[in-house]
């Protein structure tokens, strides 16, 4: 089993990171506290935790420490609230590296941040090193924010010359976006995505203003706090980790997803849904079935990107079930989908569902302070959908609503005005890439094949 390093870049990153390693830690039987193991739990036979974990001892036959394989980015406020957190003895102080505060959430300042570029790798060669093999990096990263577009970019063009061909996936976070108060994130977004189709394999959206949504309406909270979405965001890549980390059927490496969810290259911006979800205090007569569940997937309630899904179509489509789940509920479940026509796909994939499960307990280690209903059984989809294009499409509307002109002569003095005028350009395009993929047909495919 190949193991991955974690990338946190920004607030955005170091806040859900401080999240989702407490419930790694959990569900591994790891102690948050300290990484040492907890006595009270037993060891799981199908137990990968090395995957994201290194055995590390303090002393010579001292106890086992387990080390996060994960590295820190982030303004000297941020890396603070780390070593002050529940987690402050989990992670070594070699891997929190802290940024000059006066970045300013600006892309081209902290692009141009050469020194904690150079840490930032050299602490990533470290960690390759204490590997047997590295399978690819995860970047958690918000594309509005001044670390998480532009010394992520720096970042991302680094990667691709120190580490070659290893895969690598960012996790997203798009905020929400005011253009009257906060102009430069629209600026930051443009910059960050245009460079960012060309350096991941993988993008997996996550939308702020999503996760607002289903704090509100599903976890029933009176308003959306940044710890109610983080948790959201934390169960999502508990599931989509869980068949990395332990025995599973489907999606068990970044590469597997890339092979079953990406067509083409660039092509790789992934929409996902998650079910159910439910508030701790929520009284439930019985757990949903699976076919409630899988259609309760496909409802726009259940995604995390605030887009019609439905006005557009699949190029692939992977469902992931966990916990307590008989395969033939599951090929029921999907009879339904496809009867139902919820969704369509594109005419030279008309077939595109990909199915696994995981058989490991669901959300049996979710700490009281989430606040989240612990179920049986419960789902994850991940799609390639052309409804993407609705992102692309917006910020392109954004950019002729704000004075781009005189913020850059303010404070994206390192970045050229054609830069950016570039930047929208491939955004535009993508839009098209998108429309283009969605019309095309079996023959057309052939063709493109043929020359």
């Known amino acids: 089993m190949k193991e991955y390093i974690f990338l946190n870049i920004g607030s955005t990153g170091i806040n859900l990171a401080q999240s989702y390693w407490h419930l790694f830690c959990l569900e591994h039987g790891i102690s948050p506290n300290d990484g040492e193991p907890d006595l009270l739990c037993l060891p799981k036979d199908d137990d990968n935790s090395h995957v994201i974990f290194r055995e590390t001892k303090t002393i010579p036959y001292g106890p086992i420490k387990y080390t996060p394989r994960s590295v820190f980015v982030g303004e000297q406020s941020e890396i603070d609230s780390i070593r002050a957190g529940s987690c402050k003895n989990l992670f070594p102080a070699e891997s929190l590296i802290d940024c000059p505060s006066e970045c300013g959430g600006v892309y081209s300042k902290s692009y141009m941040l050469k020194v904690q570029l150079e840490k930032t790798i050299e602490q990533m060669r470290k960690e390759t090193e204490l590997a047997d093999s590295i399978e690819g990096f995860m970047l958690f990263n918000s594309i509005g924010g001044g670390l998480g577009s532009g010394f992520t970019n720096a970042l991302l063009e680094q990667l691709g010359d120190s580490f070659g061909k290893t895969q690598k996936a960012g996790f997203n976070f798009y905020p929400v976006y005011d253009i009257s108060s906060k102009p430069h994130q629209v600026i930051n977004s443009i910059l960050a995505l ?43 890549l508990s599931q989509l980790t869980c068949s990395m980390r332990n025995d599973g059927a489907l999606n068990t490496s970044l590469s597997e997803m890339e092979s079953n969810l990406v067509p083409y290259p660039t092509i790789h911006n992934i929409v996902s849904s998650m079910a159910p979800l439910y508030p701790a205090q929520k009284v439930l007569e019985n757990d949903l079935l699976v076919t409630d569940i899988t259609l309760k997937l496909f409802e726009q309630a259940s995604f995390m990107q605030n887009i019609d899904i439905n006005q557009g179509k699949y190029m692939a489509c992977a469902v992931v079930y966990q916990g307590d789940i008989v395969p033939k509920d599951v090929g029921h479940g999907i009879s339904r989908i ?39 059984r419960g789902a994850l989809m991940l799609g390639n959908s052309s409804s993407y294009r609705e992102f692309p499409k917006m910020f392109v509307q954004m950019s002729e609503d704000i004075n781009a002109l005189k913020i850059f002569k303010k404070d994206f003095e390192c970045i050229e005005e054609s830069d950016y005028d570039v930047a929208l350009e491939q955004l535009k395009a993508k839009v098209s890439d998108y429309t283009e993929i969605e019309a095309e047909t079996v023959e057309d495919e052939g063709q493109t094949e043929e020359h």
């Open 194 to 236: 245009a460079k960012m189709q060309d350096l991941l394999n993988l993008s997996f959206v996550l939308d702020n203003s999503a996760l607002a949504r289903m704090c509100t309406n599903q976890l029933e909270r009176e308003s959306a706090s940044f710890k109610d979405m983080n948790s959201i965001a934390t169960l999502f």
């Open 338 to 376: 496809k009867t139902s026509r919820t969704i369509q796909f594109v005419d030279w994939c008309p077939t595109g569902f990909k199915c696994g499960i995981n058989y490991q307990t669901m959300h049996e280690q979710i700490p009281d302070i989430m606040d989240i209903k612990r179920v049986k």
